[in-house]
């Protein structure tokens, strides 16, 4: 097995004049990471160099690949969910309101699937599992029993530390190292459930076009339609405001990008609106709340359009508008509140 410093002439000689690693090169690498072998001074030297070069989708689906063939325990579910890949490392400002939305989603009868680590670098925020601990919800789970989770509920959570051991492993690395690196990346596109459909998130469209591709690449993945959107920090949520949306068909091989006005769909207001004190506590209590029906403000109306893109993705809705009107019933019925309801009773 190759040593990381074999690479470090060909990826870290700057910005401008390093070269690109082949999948072959990128997969033995992080292969080597996850052994738990690397020379811990040229693994901060690779991940800083990656950063600064920028990985390309060949390099990303090697290391995607080499994850998911040496750390990534895979648990399908008889259902088929929609992954939701949200960054690990979390919020620290708004409400997560992915536990919400995803109820809202598997009430209305379309899966969903939400995976993340503890407190991951760099912000080290609030990720899914705070909130559904906050809730009373089981999140040490071994993958089988996040599986059951999903047929049991519709809504299943995969503990990265349960589920992807390899890269949990390598946390206290990553916080020292001081950056987000690749890392940060391809733990998102991790897919324990073998899901066909991802839906994810990004800042600039270049980057959703850099995880499409990086699916195309892939030789493990079974992602077959992708919708990432304008994410609020960097997380699932919806941004509100003029926000792009990519979505990526492999039956049709092509990648198309629009814009919506979130106003439009009853988010008519500004991400300040959206922000929250405490955010595990105050998640929790919104997501309670919205459910319970007790709440028409723009956390529930923020809830309803993220609740419709997850029906959408999955197939449960022929467009956005149709996923929206089906998220509003769900919630108007008691179904996604019956939902939050079996979530904290699952036993595995």
């Avoid at 690109?20 to 690498?29: T, V």
């Avoid at 939400?114 to 009373?136: F, I, K, Q």
């Amino acid at each position: 097995m190759m040593e990381l410093r074999d690479l470090m002439s060909q990826v870290g000689s700057g910005p401008k004049s390093a070269e690109d690693m082949s999948y072959e090169q990128a997969y033995e690498a992080f292969e080597r990471i996850l052994s738990g072998d690397a020379d811990q001074t040229a693994l901060g030297g690779f991940w800083v160099a990656n950063r600064w070069k920028r990985n390309t989708p060949e390099e990303l689906a090697g290391f995607l690949d080499a994850m998911r063939d040496n750390s990534v325990k895979v648990a399908s579910p008889d259902v088929d969910p929609v992954d939701c890949g949200a960054n690990y490392d979390g919020k620290s400002e708004t409400a997560l309101l992915g536990v919400a939305s995803g109820l809202v989603s598997a009430a209305s009868g379309t899966p969903v699937v939400v995976h993340s680590g503890d407190r991951v670098p760099m912000t080290e925020g609030t990720a899914y599992r705070h909130v559904l601990a906050e809730l009373g919800v089981e999140t040490d789970l071994a993958p089988e029993e996040s599986a059951e989770m999903v047929d049991s509920v519709g809504f299943g959570f995969y503990d990265q530390s349960r589920f992807n051991p390899g890269v949990g492993a390598l946390l206290n690395r990553r916080s020292a190292v001081g950056v987000r690196t690749f890392v940060n990346t391809v733990e998102t596109l991790a897919n324990p459930a073998d899901a066909e459909v991802h839906l994810g998130s990004f800042y600039h469209l270049s980057f959703a076009k850099r995880i499409i591709d990086t699916f195309r690449e892939s030789r493990t993945s079974t992602v077959e339609r992708a919708i990432l959107f304008q994410g609020l920090e960097g997380y699932d949520d919806i941004r509100p405001g003029y926000t792009k949306v990519a979505e990526w068909n492999d039956g049709s091989g092509e990648l198309t990008d629009y814009e919506i006005e979130t106003a439009n769909y009853g988010m008519s207001f500004d991400r300040d609106d959206l922000e929250v004190d405490a955010v595990p506590a105050d998640s929790a209590r919104i997501t309670e709340s919205v459910l319970s029906g007790d709440r028409e403000d723009e956390f529930a109306d923020a809830v309803a359009l993220n609740g419709a893109f997850r029906i959408y993705a999955g197939g449960g809705a022929a467009s956005l508008d149709a996923g929206l009107e089906k998220a509003n019933a769900t919630i108007a019925d008691g179904n996604a509140l019956e939902t939050l309801t079996k979530l904290r009773r699952f036993t595995p």
